[in-house]
């Protein structure tokens, strides 16, 4: 009887998948938020033992602002090839132009407000009745008050008081039309416990998540990569260094860590080493505010 | 490694959020940026410590108005457990969130002050603890530097407590002593306490047994979603995919296919594309069965020789979680695991008073918080255990199908 047990990773696992299935059951037009980031790598990765050997019930689709690691995107797209399932890219640029949007300005202006409007555009062009996305709870303090189904209205804000209770393993996703839901099978996910997860299931990530040289420029004791995209000023502070990314957003917004981490096993020991939280280390877009997360969110962010 | 989910019950009164603070804090959960964000804050509102509650109030209106509006989920681990917190508010306006909380939790930590003793709150928080069955209870009996570390106040509140458990069915109860604020024997033992002899607050949940908690027993196992690949090579893969929530299931095992009755044999078992023996709760698995025969999301399937019930109509007991209230006669929604089926709520019994947990004249409309005892008819039948025995195929939600908003929690009886 004893060793009929599962472990916390085995836990994990199973509970997502069980979410990948609620979704698929209860829903018509599903769609995977797939960046070619580390969280939304292993949701393919769940997602492939949630289906398999079926075809997801739904399309990986990525809001592109343009401002991407072109390793990420490479990768995305292999990924997407390998497993031979549907990518939608729909690009901020385009909605920009469209839209006649402005662009932020600054050193470090971030398209990180205007991919809602895409996102929403995308929502809208596919009908898409729920959005599954990789955002875990021990991120960050709005995210830890957020439930595993998340309704959205048709402007797609979330209200965090109006939240429906969520018990036992039973999700409610019903909605009325032009409404959506937001799906997060990896919410009770650590960090750590992703890495750990990684390192059993030998996944495959971007080159990006280990250690590298490369141009970076330091900002208040962050060190963001030098691109196209940044603003340089003559009296920058500019060095190539190693370094590896702890997460990986847009290249305006995320800064690296910097690392001799060349192995998952390097990158745990690090990260359990680690005084600074994953966001608060990587992210220059949540200083903003102390609500910052919260007010995106209530804007129709992820 | 495993994982234990508990709830802590009690108000920001009894020091509650300080406690979950501290937790994450002397774990070491707590990163520097997040301490440098709180210590901000805590200079704006006054001098001297940092205010450990600010790391649970997560919304902005939480903290403007100093309370903890919703559930929020916090995560720490040591080398020997995962955990994960479900922080509920104790105010009496909120049952609903506790019993959200509770849904899921194998342990719950009852904060008592000790200057006050077990007040109305307690009875309160220990009843819903009860009603939704959570395995195991921790008494954290915090303050105690307030009431100079005494030995008998412990001892008076333990003895009162455990009086009170008992008539209210709770098991495994183990009390501890506490001061949140000083970190007085919550991760490393107290010299405070000399005559207690017992671990801290965070060895006893790191040792708490909660595998034996999962029923291996009763085989349950309800149909999510069916792969059909219907590809050249896979044209007759059929495959029922799902969660096994209790029991085991071999290959070979004789099985029945609910509400239908039809019968069939357990063909192959799958984990994560690879074939398998035997499956046990709570794996994801994929389920093949020997006949052709239809089956769907919302069906349940279940060793023959230990069925649940199957019927369409349920003894409940309803926490209301709504502000519209219950009307008896009302039509819903009942989402019981993957089935969905339309409901009336017909005899509304009695009223629980969830601070003595007395039977009370039942009221004409059941409004937000209470817990009602009833009666509910299924327009076609489900298929549950009683939740005493069963937690996972115990309960169910009902539905308002005009706002889509979850408006009941049911414990099946």
Known sequence: ?302 | MDILRFITAGSVDDGKSTLIGRLLYDSKSIMIDQLEAIEKQTKNKKDGEIDLALLTDGLRAEREQGITIDVAYKYFSTPKRKFIIADAPGHIQYTRNMVTGASNSDLVIILIDARNGVAEQTRRHSIIASLLNIPHVVVAINKMDLVGNSHDVFNNIVIEYAAFAKSVGLKDIQYIPISAINGDNIVERSGSFPWHDGPSLLELLETVEVANDINLEDARFPVQYVIRPQTEELHDYRGYAGKVLSGVYKKGDRVTVLPSGIESKIKAIEISGKETEEAFAPQSIVLHLEDDIDISRGDTIVQSNNLPSTENELEVLICWMDNKPLIPGNKYLLQHNSRVVRAVVRDVEYKINVNSLEEEKAPEKVSLNDIVKATIKTASPLVFDSYKKLRTTGGAILIDETSNVTVGACMIQ
């Open chain 1, 1 to 302: 009887m004893s060793e009929k047990k599962l472990d916390y990773l085995e836990q994990l696992e199973s509970e997502s998948i069980h979410i990948f299935r609620e979704v698929a059951g209860q829903f018509e037009k599903p769609a995977l938020l797939f960046s070619g980031g580390k969280d939304s790598i292993v949701l393919v990765h769940l997602a492939l033992k949630a289906f398999r050997p079926g075809k997801f019930p739904f399309p990986l689709v990525h809001i592109d602002t343009g401002h991407n690691f072109q390793e990420a995107l490479d990768f995305r797209d292999a990924l997407a090839e390998k497993i031979g399932e549907k990518l939608v890219v729909r690009s901020v640029e385009e909605t920009i132009r469209l839209k006649h949007l402005t662009e932020p300005k600054g050193k470090f202006a971030s398209r990180n407000a205007l991919q809602t409007y895409t996102l929403l555009d995308t929502i809208e062009e596919f009908k898409f009745d729920v959005l599954i996305g990789g955002a875990r709870r021990d991120e960050e303090k709005a995210r830890a008050k957020e439930r595993i189904f998340s309704v959205r209205d048709e402007f797609g804000q979330w209200n965090p008081k109006l939240q429906r209770p969520e018990l036992w393993n039973i999700y409610n996703g019903k909605i009325h039309k032009g409404e959506n839901v937001r799906a997060f099978p990896i919410s009770n996910w650590t960090e750590l416990d992703i890495w750990n997860y990684i390192r059993r299931e030998q996944i495959d990530l971007p080159s990006i998540y280990f250690a590298h040289d490369r141009e970076v420029l330091e900002h208040e004791g962050q060190f963001v990569a030098t691109s196209k995209f940044i603003q340089l000023d003559p009296d920058d502070n500019i060095s190539v260094r190693k370094v590896r990314y702890r997460t990986v957003g847009d290249m305006t917004c995320t800064a690296a860590v910097q690392s001799n981490a060349s192995t998952i096993d390097d990158i745990i020991n690090e990260i359990i080493a680690t005084k600074t939280s994953e966001r608060g280390e990587t992210r220059i877009d949540d200083k903003v505010s102390e609500a910052a997360m919260e007010d995106r969110k209530k804007n129709g962010y992820f």
